[in-house]
């Protein structure tokens, strides 16, 4: 397997969900969010660096796997849960009552993450790229202006 359209593929970067209720609550009441997050992923150095650097204050709720972050979330163990944009969405469809849920605009930080495929299919690769490419942001496709291309 090799990665589809290299460092330009930025596709998936970590944002935030939160139970839409604790969000308007937290603005008129502000207080150190329980926020869960996977351990030993980027994302929980990512959370760590975006808290600190808007001096915000949180309470990490660590979990080991996937499926415990998800459970804790769902259980209201959190007020905010933190990972890759796609998974957020996906994760919120699984959820007791999704429509409660929001994901935020904001990211958080800014990961390059793509589409893979088998060696050897040069026609499903080449699919994937462009459409990988057509789809990707144009800030954040090149740093270069489209002329000097």
């Keep these: 397997m090799y ?4 460092d330009r593929s930025v596709a998936f970067w970590p944002k935030i ?15 150190s969010a329980a926020v869960c997050v996977q351990s030993g992923t ?3 150095l990512n959370l760590a ?35 890759d944009q796609s998974g957020l969405y996906g994760i919120r469809l699984t959820l007791g009552s999704p429509a409660d849920h929001v ?3 904001e990211i958080i930080s800014k990961e390059p993450l793509g589409p893979a495929v088998r060696q050897g299919d040069d026609q499903w690769y080449h699919i994937v790229k462009w459409s990988s ?17």
């Design 3 to 6: 990665p589809v359209a290299m």
């Design 17 to 31: 969900i939160v139970n839409f209720i604790e969000l308007v609550l937290h603005y008129l009441k502000p207080s």
């Design 42 to 44: 980027t994302t929980e």
């Design 49 to 83: 660096d975006y808290f600190k650097a808007n001096k915000m204050e949180y309470n990490p709720v660590v979990f080991e796997k996937l499926e415990e972050v998800n459970a804790a979330y769902d259980a209201g163990r959190c007020d905010v849960y933190t990972t």
């Design 103 to 105: 994901v935020l605009p």
């Design 133 to 149: 490419l057509c789809s990707t942001p144009r800030s954040s496709a090149s740093p270069r202006p489209m002329s000097t291309r």
